[in-house]
């Protein structure tokens, strides 16, 4: 791997999990809860999981300016400057550029791991065994790598990336690195069966590895509106007027996902395909999944609690909240304190428009 005074993490935390409703919210949204029920949230594992690949002060969290403070809190160790804060949400590609222009001014030799804040991570050995691999390779080649996430079912909430099943034809390379050749949109699920009968097929995980240098390359030649804006902050990232000229100009910014400002478009893109245990905890269905069940496979987040005639539910109240329920089964059970939610979990889809039929009808305090 390149030297690691080269390497920088970037971890984007400003989304708001609205599937998630109503335990996470516009306040205070799901990568800062502790879903898990383990004493952690999601952006503190996050955080943790990438000390292990360089030091703190070359870990970046980009967030939206109204969690600020949240960051800070939950991550005391972070510089401050070290906590890019959007003005408005833009998608993935505006803040993937602030983030390289600003890191690659300070270090033109720049490596970057980019990665989502919320995602929950098995095999942790394995994962950052990957990283390494893929840093090693965008730090000696212009290249953008995404870590595929080797499907294990034919998932249609996911979208996929087919990959030549060819060993590339380098020097630096190992086997394990694929050509990408087409991002595919969320399938159908007789799609996703195809995608899984024919093996060159990987889920599309949102974690990417490039050097600044090549991003920034990227970024000129297929989304050249947000290349000239970044390129015009060069003489203040880094200095007391950084956050003046991104209040100023970021909210300009096309809107826009990286997948299709970039990687739908460039022709050095690749893959590495990844057995990690991962689950990018998009539902509450997929939290019950990976998590810890009683014998009745129940998910319970509380001790104080007498179930009968109760499975297959994922129930998350209150600490110091006692629980007494009997003849559920599929069912999610979530109270935050100020929203009680009782769904069947067949129809999960439907919470995110909950959440909004309830601000529209109920007021802004419920978003």
Known sequence: MDKKSDVNVLIMAGGVGSRFWPKSRNHFPKQFIDILGIGKSLLQLTYNRFLNICDNDQIYVLTNEIYADLVAEQLPPILKKNILLEPSRNNTAPC??????????????????????????????VFLDKIRLALDFSAKNDALLTLGISP???????????????????????????????FMEKPTLSKAEEYLQRGDYLWNAGIFIWS????????????????????????????????????????????????????????????????????????????????????DNNMVNLEKIHLKDTSNCIIHLPNDKAAVIRGLDNYIIVDDGEVLLIYPKSDEQEIKQVGKDMVAKHGIKYS
């Open 152 to 182: 294990t079912r034919p998932d249609t909430g996911y979208g996929y990336i087919q990959y030549q099943d060819s060993d590339i034809k380098n020097q630096c390379v190992s086997g394990e690195i694929k050509k990408v050749n087409a």
């Open 96 to 125: 993937i550029a602030y983030a390289a222009y600003k890191i690659g001014a300070d270090n033109p030799f720049a490596n970057i791991v980019v990665a989502p804040s919320d995602h929950f991570i098995l095999k942790e050995d």
């Open 212 to 295: 600044a240098a090549s991003l920034k390359k990227a970024f000129e030649e297929y989304a050249s509106e947000i290349a000239r804006l970044f390129q015009s902050g060069l003489s203040f990232y880094n200095t007391i007027d950084e956050s003046k000229f991104i209040a100023e100009n970021y909210s300009s910014s096309p809107n826009i996902s990286i997948d299709y400002a970039i990687l739908e478009k460039a022709n050095n893109v690749y893959t590495i395909p990844a057995d990690i245990g991962w689950s990018d905890l998009g539902t509450w269905v997929s939290l019950h999944a990976i998590g810890e069940k009683d014998a």
